[in-house]
């Protein structure tokens, strides 16, 4: 990780440490990725990891009243839970593939044990410690950047889509080859189909065929160097950028907006459902001191002074 550039004040890393097996996501090194996740998202003040709650619509009602929520709302309330950690995270692995996915000699070790039902354990627990580092993704209450500078494959293209943005060089490729090998993405494709869309991830996850991040349908942002840049150099100033970007944004809203962004994306568009949620939800955005600062800041034509 040394050789990743410095990141803006207020911005992390998080760092798969396992280039010399294609960055494969062994139960050691999901539970590394797990660890150093949950250091960036525990609270000084509870010693606990601070989450978004449940992204279930009915919550909305309580995001101003409850208490134990209202660090969603309150940029008082969330320094105190967040002002010493970072505003972001990035995601990055070093090497020519950014992740392999699981590593597949690990799983057939499982099976190759004596006792069947503690081979059955051990494979149970590679995927549900692999679906809580996901989770945890999406519970962040800051958003997760992340840099794809290679092939990503299996869980690791599952990984790379569980970020907020991803970020990717031309050249970087996208799989789901499990079909192949007699053992479809079942997992990693929902994360797949929420990015690039039901039809896209099915023929990914049925077909095993790699697709380049131009292809991706948007799920990605694709990076290409300037004149005379080259695309590794592209890819860190990109990430550069969103992250300068990103710190300056309060704190607080972007963990709220966050919450309300996925929640309303699991209602659909049924009646017009989803838009009267959006609308409660904007309704209790307003009720922070951060939109207000934000709204002045606009009118008078001068840069926010934000709390978080």
């Keep these: 990780m040394n050789s990743l550039p410095k990141l803006p004040a207020r911005a992390a890393y998080l760092y798969i440490d396992n280039a010399s097996k294609r960055n494969a996501l062994s139960l050691s090194v999901i539970r590394d990725l797990t660890a150093q996740l949950r250091q960036h998202l525990t609270s000084p003040l509870t010693n606990k990891p601070l989450l978004l709650p449940g992204f279930k619509p009915s919550l909305i009602s309580d995001i101003n009243s409850s208490s134990s929520h209202r660090w969603l709302t309150s940029p008082t309330v969330y320094n105190t839970h967040r002002s010493t950690l970072p505003k972001v995270l990035v995601l990055r692995s070093s090497g020519p593939v950014f992740s392999s996915g699981h590593d597949l000699s690990e799983l057939l070790a499982s099976f190759a044990s004596s006792s069947p039902p503690s081979s059955a354990l051990s494979e149970h627990q590679i995927f549900k410690e692999c679906a809580t580092l996901m989770a945890l993704f999406r519970q962040s209450p800051v958003p997760i950047v992340c840099a794809v500078q290679g092939l990503a494959t299996a869980a690791g293209c599952q990984l790379a889509l569980s970020a907020d943005i991803t970020l990717a060089k031309s050249t970087a490729r996208f799989q789901l080859p499990g079909m192949s090998i007699g053992l479809p993405c079942t997992s990693p494709v929902t994360a797949v189909s929420r990015r690039v ?5 099915y023929r990914m996850f049925a077909l095993g065929e790699p697709v380049e991040a131009k292809n991706m349908g948007g799920a990605v942002e694709v990076v290409e160097g300037k004149e005379g840049e080259e695309e590794d150099e592209a890819l860190d100033r990109r990430v550069t950028e969103v992250v300068e970007k990103l710190v300056e944004l309060p704190g607080q809203m ?6 309300a962004f996925w929640t309303q ?7 017009g459902g989803d838009a009267l949620w959006a ?3 904007m309704a209790a955005h307003l009720q922070s001191s951060e939109a207000r600062e934000g709204m002045r800041a606009f009118m008078d034509k001068k840069k926010a002074s934000w709390l978080s």
């Design 197 to 201: 869309g039901n039809a896209m991830a």
């Design 254 to 259: 972007q963990a709220f907006g966050k919450w």
């Design 265 to 271: 994306a699991g209602l659909g568009s049924l009646a």
């Design 279 to 281: 609308g409660s939800a």
